[in-house]
Structures are given as structure tokens and as C-alpha cells.
């Protein structure tokens, strides 16, 4: 509805959500992975996700990580059914390259 979205968009503003997930993307390779580690990162809207997508990407092309998850995953049918609420989270993975060292 639109109520919930504007709602949301204000939680999002008020908490800074965007600034500290961007933070946590920047820090990821540089102060979170060793070489070779793995991320995980769950989103819950598209906001969040396009971000993810385009970090994942952007350091995938640039060497920065070894693989990482062109596709989502998502909830199965059973998880939605058992847990109505992962229905919107969408699963993102990368793998720091051998290449970066802390």
C-alpha cells in the first residue's frame, strides 16, 4: 500500500539504512574478508538489493571479487508458506579474490 511504502521510506531515512549499508559494502574487502572469504548478505526490499547488486558487480569486474551471485536466490514455496515474511528477501553472495590481502 502506499502508506506502508511511505512508512518505510521514512524508517529507512530516519535510520540511515542506505548510509550504513553502503558503509558495509565499501568495508567488506578491505576490513571484514580475508582472502577468499565468502558474503552473504540478505535484502528485504529493492532499494537494498539494487545496491548489493551493483557492489558485487562493480568489485567482480574490477578484480576485487572472484565470483559472486548473478542471480537471486529466493525463498522456496514451502519457506513462504511456513514463513510469509521472507517472501520479499532475496539472497546475494560474493567471494573475495585470492588478490586482496587486508
Not at 531515512?13 to 558474503?39: A, Y
Not at 537494498?48 to 569486474?61: A, I, L, M, N, Y
Request: net charge positive.
Amino acid at each position: 500500500s502506499t502508506i506502508a511504502r511511505v512508512m518505510q521510506a521514512i524508517r529507512i531515512e530516519v535510520n540511515g539504512e542506505f548510509r550504513v549499508l553502503e558503509k558495509l559494502l565499501e568495508d567488506i574487502p578491505t576490513k571484514v574478508l580475508s582472502p577468499g572469504g565468502k558474503v552473504v548478505i540478505l535484502t528485504f526490499h529493492s532499494g537494498e538489493d539494487r545496491r548489493v547488486k551493483k557492489s558485487f558487480k562493480s568489485g567482480f569486474k574490477s578484480g576485487i571479487y572472484s565470483a559472486w551471485s548473478r542471480d537471486v536466490v529466493r525463498p522456496t514455496k514451502e519457506e513462504r508458506r511456513d514463513n510469509p515474511r521472507s517472501s520479499c528477501c532475496k539472497l546475494r553472495w560474493a567471494i573475495l579474490s585470492d588478490q586482496n590481502a587486508n
